[in-house]
């Protein structure tokens, strides 16, 4: 049964190692034999890096892309994907009435400013935190903080774009992104909005971002293996990578008038937040799975993270509570996109049932085939850090070519 109200997918914007656009990434995906990586630059980190991308193809001003850092010209490029992928992009009336929901963290830091700190700690400073407000105040260029804000990317996406409805932003990991899904599907589903562009953007190739997650001890050191099988490597085990996602969520009847190609349907988003011990992990996402109706479904797509402890606890409870469901860790082959890697998950379901086309195994010590093209796809999200996610993706009724 459809209901006016159903949320659905309508547009996909992609850019990441693997390339621009839905065709690039799926043809990559479907023929998967070895993930872009880059292992030399910033040794002993691996990181997937981008493609030669030509920014002038959705951002047409030099000055507009001049003035964005890298992490916002990722997310202002694959946001413009969705837009165009959607039939939207140029469309005045849709894009001023469009809310946007944007999951963005960081930005780029003074590495210099960074360096100066680093040092001063390593050298012995009596108290860090007198050294560090005393190189702030003297080195730190005033603009920088703004730089970090979520809103920062919203806006340039406004600026070329115009989408100039509602906007909201998130920052935070792989939270951010599930909770910018779950809001923008909300919003349509209470009749607050007919359309949206949600998403996020991560750049992983500078050097603070790097920095964030090893002053965790959460960077893998070893020659690069697939996500599920990092547990023993040195380090922490997560490798990240560049890009950005954007989706275009519609209610059903709005896509529908407008004759609008949909992907596929979007079902119940949940989300949670809690101490990441083994059991009270476990208990949260068997309770989320209940919710969304994750055990139902065909195959499930993992945004998971790598991170020693946590992907321990996914792999338990997906041999466990969902036995007999084949999985694919999607970050074997893109790396983690932070806040936008569970995007990049809903984003690869709708392109799998799409398209009618299984997704092969990406880990053959860890995954299985699936029998049939799928008609539902669940998705999971286990944050390095914090927060869990799910999403159930179905296979739409009525979908117009």
């Not at 981008?50 to 920014?55: A, F, R, S």
């Not at 892309?65 to 469309?91: C, P």
């Not at 609008?260 to 079902?267: K, Q």
Request: net charge negative; hydrophobic share 40%; with cysteine.
């Amino acid at each position: 049964m459809t209901a006016p109200n159903d949320v659905v997918i309508t547009g996909i914007g992609l850019l990441t190692s693997l390339g621009e656009g839905v065709e690039a990434n799926w043809a990559a995906l479907r023929d998967f034999t070895a993930p872009v990586i880059d292992s030399e630059r910033f040794a002993p980190y691996t990181v997937h890096p981008l493609p030669e991308v030509d920014w002038s193809q959705q951002i047409a001003k030099r000055g507009d892309q001049r003035q964005m850092e890298a992490w916002q010209r990722i997310g202002t490029y694959s946001a413009g994907l969705a837009l165009e992928d959607a039939g939207i992009k140029g469309n005045e009336v849709l894009c001023a009435s469009m809310d946007m929901i944007v999951a963005a963290g960081g930005g780029e830091r003074d590495v210099d400013v960074d360096t100066m700190i680093l040092k001063r700690i390593a050298d012995g400073a009596p108290d860090i935190g007198v050294a560090i407000n005393e190189v702030l105040t003297t080195e730190l260029r005033p603009t920088l903080f703004l730089a970090q804000l979520s809103n920062l990317l919203a806006g340039n996406i406004s600026i070329v774009h115009k989408v100039t409805g509602s906007s909201r932003t998130f920052m935070g990991e792989e939270g951010a992104g599930i909770s910018a899904i779950l809001t923008a599907a909300a919003r349509i589903r209470s009749g607050q909005s007919t359309h949206a562009l949600v998403g996020g953007a991560y750049n992983t190739e500078h050097p603070d971002m790097l920095l964030s997650y090893e002053l965790g001890h959460h960077l893998m050191r070893d020659a690069w293996r697939p996500v599920w099988q990092r547990g023993q490597a040195a380090g922490g085990g997560i490798v990240t990578g560049s890009g950005g996602v954007f989706l275009v969520l519609e209610s059903r009847d709005h896509a529908t008038e407008r004759g609008a190609r949909i992907y596929a349907s979007l079902g119940t988003v949940a989300a949670d937040l809690g101490p990441t011990g083994a059991q009270e992990t476990r208990e949260r996402l068997d309770r989320l799975a209940a919710e969304t109706g994750l055990g139902e479904t065909d195959i499930v797509f993992s945004a998971v993270s790598g991170a020693d402890g946590r992907t321990a606890d996914e792999k338990v409870f997906l041999t466990e509570s969902l036995a007999g469901i084949p999985v694919r860790g999607l970050t074997t082959a893109t790396g983690n996109l932070s806040e936008a890697q569970f995007p990049l998950a809903v984003a690869l379901a709708a392109l799998s049932l799409s398209t009618g086309e299984k997704l092969p195994v990406l880990d053959p010590d860890f995954e299985t085939e699936a029998d049939t093209a799928p008609s539902s796809i669940g998705v999971l999200s286990v944050g390095f850090n914090a927060a869990e996610g799910m999403a159930v993706v179905r296979k739409a009724e009525g979908a117009t070519a």
